[in-house]
């Protein structure tokens, strides 16, 4: 062997064993955004997730330990102000030297959510735009929720690996890798889950806060309404009437409620209409954080999804 062949090897072995552990702190705010940043880092780092699980992004308070865990980061990655309005007046005061990145507000957002979406986007005709209770406007507070898209979750991959690598090149091929192989493994679920829902497309259920438009359109299983629009507000008497008319007419086999809130309507709807009760869960409030919490965030709304609307 060369000298020179010699030389180029042992650069390569102590740049690999320089790798393995990143030397920058990584804050994240909530669950899916931790184990998308997680998986990214495996074999090299860990994220810290700010919110705990269980707990609402839209209403949290930042605590001063929290605060303190803001003025140690290198780097914040965060879902964004309209999700987590808590941490928007923030993050560039605490954590003014870190580089930050909210997904939300990304381009690569918008473009992935718009790639390729099924019948329920493309087709204007679509019962997901006949809704009584304004779609449109739900869409634009799914959009919050846009990780619900595993496209999106993908792009969002590409953005943290390029993230990380930009306040970690040493590491910036491990990131890459790492969040090459965690897209492909997104693909497949994405895959799995068309074939999954395809039975059950059509048959109708309600959500119990407006949160799933992502996923609805990307595997074009649109809802047939919401119990609330928005966390925080209560539902109207005129939103609760329009869901109770539709079970009635049979439009309706299934009403889902959340962890994070109390079910009390979901389940007077359900016991009521005498069709099934569900639960979906959009921030993987009951599973242990970490990088596979994401995928199987999403693999857990369609087994509910497929569960309640089997007949």
């Known amino acids: ?3 020179f062949r010699l030389f180029s090897l042992m650069t390569v072995l102590v740049a690999g064993a320089s790798s393995a552990r990143a030397d ?11 184990s998308l940043t997680a998986a990214v880092m495996e074999g090299v780092g860990a994220p ?87 779609h449109e406007q739900e869409h634009d507070h799914g959009a919050e929720h846009a990780w619900l898209d595993p496209v999106v979750g993908k792009a969002w991959l590409n953005v943290i690996a390029e993230t990380l690598s930009e306040a970690d090149p040493l590491n910036a091929i491990v990131y890459e890798t790492n969040a090459a192989a965690a897209a492909a493994k997104l693909d497949t679920l994405i895959r799995e889950v068309q074939e999954q829902l395809a039975p059950v497309r059509g048959r109708g259920f309600v959500v119990y806060h407006d949160a799933y438009a992502p996923f609805e359109a990307r595997f074009d299983i649109p809802s047939a309404g919401a119990i609330v629009e928005s966390e925080a507000a209560p539902p109207s008497a005129a939103r609760i009437e329009a869901i109770q008319t539709r079970i009635a007419a049979g439009d309706v086999v299934c009403v889902f409620g959340e962890p994070q809130f109390e ?30 919490l994401y995928p199987m965030l999403l693999r857990n709304i369609a087994n509910s999804l497929s569960e309640c609307l089997t007949e």
């Open 1 to 3: 062997m060369s000298f």
């Open 48 to 134: 810290v997730l700010m919110l705990p699980p269980g707990l609402s992004p839209h209403d949290h308070t930042l605590r001063p330990s929290g605060a303190r865990v803001l003025e140690s980061a290198d780097v914040v990655i965060w879902s964004g102000e309209a999700l987590a309005p808590w941490l928007g007046g923030v993050v560039d005061t605490l954590a003014e030297d870190a580089i930050s990145v909210a997904l939300l507000d990304r381009p690569e957002t918008e473009q992935a959510s718009s790639q390729g979406r099924g019948a329920a986007e493309a087709d204007p005709d679509h019962e997901a735009h006949e809704d009584e209770h304004d």
């Open 24 to 34: 920058v702190a990584v804050v994240t705010d909530i669950g899916p955004v931790h």
């Open 263 to 292: 079910s009390r309507l979901a389940t007077l709807l359900a016991e009521e209409g005498n069709i099934r009760l569900g639960t979906l869960d959009p921030l993987g409030a009951t599973l242990k954080p970490g990088p596979e």
